[in-house]
């Protein structure tokens, strides 16, 4: 009944630190997903990787990196982090034909960047 | 940017009694799905309606799709305070978009 993972759950970072968001989903889902969730913006799609193999960019991909391990595990890297990528992260993760099915999230990384 | 947008912003109401929310789009969908957020979780799908469904039926929830307004509307009918979220619609884009776009939510506050 695990789902969708992400670790860690909260990280301060300092500036022009790097670290990787690691999400892995256990339900033999082909499409994964990035977003960040701001105060007031919704949630935005950073990056989305469609099947294994492939990614591709979302609306707010700069300053961000992503790799499909395989396919349980989708990781979000930031090389240099800003105080402008202090949000909230979520993973999700959905079945062969993505938007024709509901996602399913995972509970967050709340990251801080100082 | 985003391709749904919520109305209201925020809605505060009395246990027992509905919430209705709404949802604008700006393009051609495939579908609409509507989740809910806890303060402090992750997103939880609620339900999905195609566009060539009117509405859609899931316990105490009601979900309305009017394709020629670009429009849609989440009716929770004898809400509770365990209702007390935040409830976001998403929308593909037609044209086998692989990703869903969020509006920015509606945050639903149900008082006991």
């Known amino acids: 009944n695990a789902g969708v993972t992400q670790t860690p759950k909260f990280q301060v970072l300092k500036t022009g630190q790097s670290m990787t968001l690691q999400c892995a989903q256990d339900?033999?889902?082909?499409?994964m997903y990035w977003y960040r969730q701001d105060p007031g913006m919704g949630l935005r799609l950073i990056y989305y990787?469609?099947?294994?193999?492939?990614?591709d960019k979302g609306e707010v991909p700069n300053g961000y990196n992503v790799s499909r391990l395989n396919k349980r595990e989708f990781s979000l890297r930031l090389e240099s982090a800003a105080p402008s990528q202090t949000s909230v992260y979520f993973c999700a993760s959905s079945g062969r034909q993505g938007v024709n099915y509901g996602y399913t999230f995972g509970s967050g990384t709340r990251l801080t960047v100082v | 940017s985003q391709q749904g947008e919520e109305d209201p912003q925020a809605l505060s109401i009395q246990e027992g009694e509905n919430a209705t929310m709404n949802c604008s789009y700006k393009?051609?969908?495939?579908?609409l799905q509507w989740y809910r957020q806890n303060s402090g979780r992750g997103l939880v799908h609620l339900i999905l309606i195609r566009s060539n469904e009117r509405e859609k039926h899931s316990g105490r929830l009601r979900v309305t799709l009017d394709t020629s307004k670009k429009s849609s509307s989440l009716l929770i009918t004898a809400s509770r305070a365990a209702d007390t979220a935040s409830y976001f619609c998403a929308t593909d884009a037609r044209g086998g978009s692989e990703k869903l776009v969020f509006g920015k939510g509606t945050k639903l506050t149900v008082n006991p």
């Open positions: 393009t051609s969908i495939n579908n």
């Open positions: 339900m033999n889902h082909n499409s």
């Open positions: 990787s469609a099947s294994e193999g492939t990614t």
